[in-house]
């Protein structure tokens, strides 16, 4: 396996926050702390277009809606652009914090906020459909069960709430496992009960979702496990980075998660997407670079031809043409901290320190004293309806939890036509 990538790009004046291929993997969607987003051609590796100010500050997430693509914002918004002419078709408004994270299914999508709600919105209406409240502080991440109607969230506050869309209601609350907070989020196998999470107390976990108890923890990183994304077409796969590494891991075994391979990079990682051809990933830096590799779990000498067509496609691109097409301005760095999330900023010297290995071997023996924990159990018949179509037996009674200003943008964009 090749240790190095096969291209990177610093296309952005600022840390690559999101990355995320199309469902075809032809196109190469990243977003950026420099305000704006840019969709690439995969096959050429050419910038195709950029959302020059896509938003008014940093742009902290993109996924792609069908065709169209979605970012979300420290702005306190999120928007829905049309890939054909880059024009912004909806933007979305409501939230009272940063706009961290989205997830998009059929015509809907989901946004996680600062503020500490989920918004639930219509493709093609500008105010939520609902705002969820339950976390009792921010919530980074989000992660929906594509055969049910069943949303996981990953919060600051140390927890992970399972919410039921149709409902716009948290019946669910998965605590104790983390002693940090919670970054990621994803369900490794659709259909099936198992979520995985990652942290700053640089673990991963995976859940039972039936009885709401971690089943298995791995000290994957040195560093916060800054995302977590399902393999496509490869039920129990996840890929994760944290520190400088992208890692993959078999999750299939609840009880034994394996790791398939690792690779290393120049810097620091914040995200990664695995291409649905499972050919190629890619991972976005704190540098501003974006890196493109092969798949780590793809034999070279196999794929030696594709690697040859990248390598040839990449000695042809000039930096010179690319840097005109996607020229940016730097933007002051924020100021307020209070309009920062804290993983951007300074911790207390006296509470744990982000990005520190912790010494612990035992879900059990990890301590929840700051982490939301009373609530009574669902009944076993509520939790069935939650993850319907999902097959899933008796709930343990101990284990559940239950609850009782946006700018326009500036376009710098050439046609596209998004398969």
């Not at 190095?4 to 993997?25: I, N, T």
């Not at 990890?366 to 993850?387: D, G, Q």
Request: proline share 5%; hydrophobic share 35%; glycine share 6%.
């Amino acid at each position: 396996m090749r240790s190095e990538p096969l291209h990177s790009f610093a296309k952005h004046g600022w840390q690559v926050s999101s990355v995320q291929f199309s469902a075809c993997s032809t196109y190469l969607a990243t977003g950026s702390w420099d305000k704006s987003a840019v969709v690439y051609n995969v096959l050429d590796l050419k910038p195709l277009f950029r959302l020059s100010v896509a938003h008014s500050l940093p742009v902290t997430c993109v996924r792609w809606l069908n065709r169209d693509l979605v970012t979300c914002s420290a702005d306190r918004c999120a928007a829905l652009w049309d890939t054909s002419n880059g024009e912004r078709s909806t933007l979305f408004s409501g939230h009272t914090g940063w706009v961290m994270s989205c997830d998009t299914t059929d015509n809907n999508i989901t946004t996680t906020s600062w503020d500490g709600t989920l918004g639930l919105w219509d493709a093609s209406r500008s105010s939520p459909l609902h705002l969820m409240s339950g976390h009792v502080a921010g919530v980074w991440d989000c992660a929906t069960l594509k055969s049910s109607q069943v949303i996981a969230s990953a919060s600051e506050d140390c927890t992970l709430r399972l919410w039921d869309r149709r409902t716009a209601s948290s019946f669910s609350t998965l605590a104790g496992g983390h002693d940090d907070s919670v970054l990621s989020v994803c369900w490794p196998a659709d259909g099936q009960f198992l979520l995985a999470s990652g942290s700053t107390d640089c673990n991963i976990l995976l859940w039972d979702t039936r009885t709401c108890k971690a089943v298995t923890r791995v000290e994957s990183h040195t560093d916060s496990v800054k995302e977590l994304v399902p393999l496509p077409h490869q039920p129990g796969v996840i890929a994760s980075v944290g520190d400088n590494s992208l890692k993959i891991w078999d999750t299939s075994d609840a009880t034994n998660i394996k790791l398939l391979g690792s690779r290393s990079f120049p810097t620091d990682l914040e995200c990664v997407a695995v291409s649905p051809d499972r050919l190629t990933h890619v991972c976005g830096g704190v540098n501003s670079t974006t890196y493109l590799s092969l798949f780590v779990g793809v034999d070279d000498h196999a794929h030696a031809d594709l690697y040859s067509k990248y390598k040839d496609t990449i000695n042809r691109i000039s930096e010179e043409e690319s840097n005109k097409i996607v020229g940016f301005s730097r933007p002051a760095q924020p100021t307020k901290q209070s309009d920062i999330p804290a993983q951007y900023i300074p911790r207390d010297p006296n509470s744990p320190s982000r990005g520190t290995s912790r010494d612990v071997t035992s879900v059990d023996s990890v301590t929840s004293s700051n982490c939301v924990t009373s609530i009574p159990p669902p009944t076993e018949a509520e939790l069935c309806s939650m993850i319907s179509p999902i097959s899933i037996s008796p709930v343990s009674e101990e284990g559940c939890k239950r609850e009782s200003s946006c700018s326009d943008s500036g376009v710098d964009v050439t046609s596209l036509s998004i398969c």
